[in-house]
């Protein structure tokens, strides 16, 4: 269990490649290089265009173009590894971990060199337009890895509370310009996975910034919204399952539903066990799906073109039977295991599974999920 946490925080601690939004190859139409940037996940040159401008929509199908602007996966890579190196620390008292973290924060938040402005005008960008999407928004939903783990550094006497108090001078900026931009706004609005993860990254975010009152408000009101309009009586997710990747986006909003409910809890509602009034809840979205993941998708009802992935779904069963212990999820958790490794193993989808115990563990004594979901 741990040694996989310290592994991957000592292949943080030794890598020395930079992180920063200005080595894309190509600038934002603001020029400017500071501005984050990603392209449109599923758009496509336009074949009846000469230039291919602008960009078309194909629901579901990645275009590996993507992967020419590193802004995206750079700033995942952030968030995991001060995470990863936040827990490190938390478990070995070992200040190295620390020091590179606070390293890591400087270089993206801070270093005028290399920092990232604090906003998402460009994101999801679709080329043959002059700005990002609001679907863009969701870029910066893994925040909460970052802001999870820094708590358990303060301890440490190479933790910066100077970069802190810059941090969270940039988180400030940043949750303004959700707040107060249209395309933040219409993010929020968002009925399906793009909404609950703004949900997701405002009570973070609120909370970091020890607007703890508003934090507690935010995080029971969007909990009540998700579910009474995310989920139907049957457990069915509606706005998930109209998309061609009907399995992946119902098990995705599923897991920020479950980073709802924690934060809910954290703040005094018990969101995993709240019935919408028409009997929805959380638990019934589980157990929608575990029907389907234990006939491998025969008689899912919708279309569905990339297969039905068991990895992420194993992970919240593993974490549902902590919530609610019923033995139909740890004997659905025989069977559906074997079958999540294998993706591994077979590198389907590029599945990446770690064993669960450290979430699980940290669910059952601290109620934080950690690492658990995405």
Known sequence: MLSTLLNKADNALRNNSVYSVTLKPQLAPSNDPHDFMSLARYFWPNPKKKNGLPYIGRDGYVNPEIETVKDYSLLRKLFKDVENLGFAYYFTRNDSYVEKSVYRIKEWFINPKTKMNPNLNYASFIKGHKSGRRTGVLDMHPIYRMLQSIPLMRSSHKW????????????????????????????????NNHGTYYDV??????????????????????LINRVNKGILPTGQQPHETKRPTSWFYSTFNLQALFLLAERSQYFGFDGWNYVGPEGQSIRKAVDYLLSFALSNGKGWPFKNINGFEMNNFVKLLELAFVIWPDDKYLEALVILRPKAKLEQALEYRNADWEDNYLCVWSLMTNRQLWTCVE
């Not at 100077?162 to 968002?190: A, F, M, N, P, R």
């Not at 973070?204 to 995080?219: H, T, V």
């Open 201 to 222: 990254q405002a009570v973070y975010l609120l909370s970091y910034l020890d607007r703890e009152e508003e934090a507690r408000k935010y995080s029971r009101e969007a």
């Open 160 to 191: 910066d509370l100077s970069v802190e108090k810059e941090l969270k001078d940039w988180i400030s900026k940043y949750y303004q310009w959700l707040e107060t931009t249209s395309l933040g706004k219409d993010e929020k609005y968002s009925k």
